[in-house]
T-cell receptor
Framework: AQSVTQLDSHVSVSEGTPVLLRCNYS??????LFWYVQHPNKGLQLLLK??????LVKGINGFEAEFKKSETSFHLTKPSAHMSDAAEYFC???????????FGKGTSLLVTP | DSGVTQTPKHLITATGQRVTLRCSPR?????VYWYQQSLDQGLQFLIQ???????AKGNILERFSAQQFPDLHSELNLSSLELGDSALYFC????????????FGPGTRLTVL
């Protein structure tokens, strides 16, 4: 079965420092992978998606993720955190036979001044 | 603003009751998805409709049902409500295909007392 594991439930960074949110996937095939963000009391917004066109994927708000098949990872990074980045981040996979998103458990990002 | 609308924003009801959640997809999108977000289960896929037809089912209880109408809006019906059904219910829409981005509505927060 296609699934993702978010390795950290909480990450805390200082404003201006790099962000790393880790995600590993399990898949027998080349998966479609996504990162979504959920700000407090808001819906989910797509940050970026990987669909095998390029291993380094750039998203909105300065985020990017690198697909590493050898490590089965799809970590999300940002060079410099901003206070507005504080939110819940979800790594997501779509199974090759389906359409529904399988969500990871989420990583709560806290940004301190 | 994703272009997906959901009503109502909040719903408070009692155990045993029945409620209907409504979703209007983005203009032109043919697929509608329903997801449930709860503290203990995280984000789970419930059901998908494509152009009026059910396409995929996830962890949807028998007490829950959905439909998509000719104008492509969708309704999720929850009946014989239990305390454990309290959750945030999201609707998402996509153009059609598997790798199309799913755009999420703001959600309906259901509280069962």
């Amino acid at each position: 079965a296609q699934s993702v594991t978010q390795l950290d439930s909480h990450v805390s960074v200082s404003e201006g420092t790099p962000v790393l949110l880790r995600c590993n996937y399990s898949s027998s095939y080349s998966p479609s992978l996504f990162w979504y963000v959920q700000h407090p009391n808001k819906g989910l917004q797509l940050l970026l998606k990987y669909t095998s066109a390029a291993t380094l994927v750039k998203g909105i708000n300065g985020f990017e993720a690198e697909f590493k098949k050898s490590e089965t990872s799809f970590h999300l990074t940002k060079p410099s955190a901003h206070m507005s980045d504080a939110a819940e981040y979800f790594c997501v996979v779509i199974p090759p036979s389906g359409y529904a998103l399988n969500f990871g458990k989420g990583t709560s990002l806290l940004v301190t001044p | 603003d994703s272009g997906v609308t959901q009503t109502p924003k909040h719903l408070i009801t009692a155990t045993g009751q029945r409620v209907t959640l409504r979703c209007s997809p983005r203009s032109g999108d043919l697929s509608v998805y329903w997801y449930q977000q709860s503290l203990d289960q995280g984000l789970q896929f419930l059901i998908q409709y494509y152009n009026g037809e059910e396409r995929a089912k996830g962890n949807i209880l028998e007490r829950f049902s959905a439909q998509q109408f000719p104008d492509l809006h969708s309704e999720l019906n929850l009946s014989s409500l239990e305390l454990g059904d309290s959750a945030l219910y999201f609707c998402a829409s996509s153009a059609s295909g598997r790798e199309d981005t799913q755009y999420f509505g703001p959600g309906t927060r259901l509280t069962v007392l």
